[in-house]
């Protein structure tokens, strides 16, 4: 059996986003000199054990044959990054790219398995409009596309029952809608303001991914916002806040599409500061939409300026990461929140590949990021 390249080991950690400390626990390292084991390993002191490489291949997420490479690979080429951070985070842009290789290889997965069973139809909306129509043109694009009814989805109980609402319908058009927040563990968690959503145009399979770590009632804004990629041919990583051009196109057109600009007249924007965050609440609370994104309205009807823009988005930032999302009573079902994350769309798809042979257990466990042995319980019952 070939050796191991040493320095193959710390690229595919680091590429990975992990600590030695954290991804020495992954491997099964225990005791108090793990992470130094590791080290060594990495080294060229220590020589990995097959079962160590294996648990490596599935901690780092990569093929065992990339051990064996001669050497590191050459940066493979970013998914485009729409993004303005502030501050970056430790480890987080490993944990990015991270994420994003593995959603495209469930991409490709899925355009590989519509091939095989003849059933890869172009999807014709992907990059079917021309950024200069604008935000009003792009919502309406979307509006075409969903056929949403808008009053059903504010009336809905919950803003969950909302999101599902707005879900079901980008998926019927043909998209995969995924709520990814970190690679499989809470250690990985992407905050927003690292990562809020990312688009992959495929004309085949495209796919959407959310960052569940994110608001609830953020998720419909960024599920459209994401969509205007899709229509606009565009995949890449979005973020909160950016002053990229193709961006606040996506931002007005999904705003344009939850929200009639006369409404926000309504909101009396002369009040005193915390009285203007009431009235904000409640009118986001009646729309099922987010508080930042009636302020980013406001902003974009120039009702309000951009320091008041700025303090209230700081101020419903502040609010949710002082109150996180509510979890509810007794340890949630682990195949509800599995199926809840990849959606129906790819659920069904998965289900009718798998009788038909165009994915084995094995890739389909890929798809829905579960163990193969998983896959029955994951679409049994589906509703």
Same mark, same amino acid.
């Given at each position: 059996?070939?050796?191991?390249?040493?320095?193959?080991?710390?690229? !595919?950690?680091?590429?990975a986003?992990?600590?030695?400390?954290?991804?020495?626990?992954?491997? $099964?390292?225990?005791?108090?000199?793990? !992470?130094?084991?590791?080290?060594?390993?990495?080294?060229?002191?220590?020589?990995?054990?097959?079962?160590?490489?294996?648990?490596?291949?599935?901690?780092?997420?990569?093929?065992?044959?990339?051990? #064996?490479?001669?050497?590191?690979? !050459?940066?493979?080429?970013?998914? %485009?990054?729409?993004?303005?951070?502030?501050?970056?985070?430790?480890?987080?842009?490993?944990?990015?790219?991270?994420?994003?290789?593995?959603?495209?290889?469930?991409?490709?997965?899925?355009?590989?398995?519509?091939?095989?069973?003849?059933?890869?139809?172009?999807?014709?909306?992907?990059?079917?409009?021309?950024?200069?129509?604008?935000?009003?043109?792009?919502?309406?694009?979307?509006?075409?596309?969903?056929?949403?009814?808008?009053?059903?989805?504010?009336?809905?109980?919950?803003?969950e029952?909302?999101?599902?609402?707005?879900?079901?319908?980008?998926?019927?058009? $043909?998209?995969?809608?995924?709520l990814?927040?970190n690679?499989?563990?809470?250690?990985?968690?992407?905050?927003p303001?690292?990562?809020?959503?990312?688009?992959?145009?495929?004309?085949?399979?495209?796919?959407?991914?959310?960052?569940?770590?994110?608001?609830?009632?953020?998720?419909?804004?960024?599920?459209? %916002?994401?969509?205007? %990629?899709?229509?606009?041919?565009?995949?890449?990583?979005?973020? #909160?806040?950016?002053?990229?051009?193709?961006?606040?196109?996506?931002?007005?057109?999904?705003?344009?599409?939850?929200?009639?600009?006369?409404?926000?007249?309504?909101?009396?924007?002369?009040?005193?500061?915390?009285?203007?965050?009431?009235?904000?609440?409640?009118?986001?609370?009646?729309?099922?939409?987010?508080?930042?994104?009636?302020?980013?309205?406001?902003?974009?009807?120039?009702?309000i300026?951009?320091?008041?823009?700025?303090?209230?988005?700081?101020?419903?930032?502040?609010?949710?990461?002082?109150?996180?999302?509510?979890?509810?009573? $007794?340890?949630?079902?682990?195949?509800?929140?599995?199926? %809840?994350?990849?959606?129906q769309?790819?659920?069904?798809?998965?289900?009718?590949?798998?009788?038909?042979?165009?994915?084995?257990?094995?890739?389909? $466990?890929?798809?829905?990021?579960?163990?193969?042995?998983?896959?029955?319980?994951?679409?049994?019952?589906?509703?």
């Amino acid at each position: 059996m070939p050796k191991v390249n040493p320095q193959i080991l710390s690229w !595919a950690r680091e590429s990975a986003g992990l600590t030695l400390e954290d991804a020495a626990r992954g491997i $099964g390292l225990g005791g108090e000199n793990a !992470a130094a084991r590791l080290a060594d390993m990495e080294n060229g002191v220590r020589e990995p054990s097959r079962p160590q490489l294996l648990k490596m291949a599935d901690r780092y997420r990569r093929p065992l044959l990339t051990f #064996y490479l001669p050497a590191p690979p !050459a940066p493979a080429a970013r998914a %485009h990054d729409f993004r303005t951070l502030r501050q970056r985070e430790v480890g987080a842009e490993a944990t990015v790219d991270a994420l994003v290789r593995d959603v495209r290889t469930r991409q490709a997965l899925v355009r590989g398995a519509l091939e095989d069973a003849e059933e890869a139809e172009p999807r014709p909306f992907v990059g079917s409009v021309d950024p200069r129509v604008g935000a009003d043109g792009l919502a309406g694009a979307m509006a075409d596309l969903l056929a949403l009814d808008r009053t059903a989805y504010r009336e809905a109980r919950t803003i969950e029952q909302a999101f599902r609402i707005l879900r079901d319908a980008v998926e019927a058009a $043909g998209v995969y809608v995924l709520l990814i927040g970190n690679l499989g563990n809470y250690r990985s968690n992407l905050s927003p303001g690292v990562f809020r959503g990312m688009a992959l145009a495929d004309d085949v399979a495209p796919f959407i991914v959310i960052n569940e770590t994110d608001s609830k009632t953020a998720w419909p804004f960024t599920l459209l %916002h994401e969509l205007g %990629h899709v229509l606009l041919g565009q995949s890449g990583i979005s973020g #909160y806040d950016s002053e990229q051009a193709v961006e606040r196109l996506c931002d007005d057109a999904a705003a344009r599409f939850l929200l009639v600009p006369a409404e926000l007249r309504e909101i009396d924007v002369g009040v005193a500061f915390d009285d203007l965050v009431e009235q904000i609440g409640a009118f986001a609370n009646a729309r099922k939409v987010s508080r930042k994104m009636v302020a980013y309205n406001l902003l974009r009807e120039r009702l309000i300026d951009a320091a008041l823009y700025r303090r209230l988005a700081d101020r419903f930032d502040e609010d949710r990461r002082e109150f996180p999302q509510k979890v509810g009573k $007794g340890a949630p079902d682990y195949y509800v929140v599995r199926r %809840h994350r990849v959606g129906q769309g790819l659920l069904n798809l998965v289900d009718r590949m798998v009788a038909g042979g165009a994915l084995t257990t094995t890739k389909a $466990g890929k798809v829905l990021g579960v163990k193969p042995t998983a896959i029955g319980r994951m679409t049994e019952l589906m509703a």
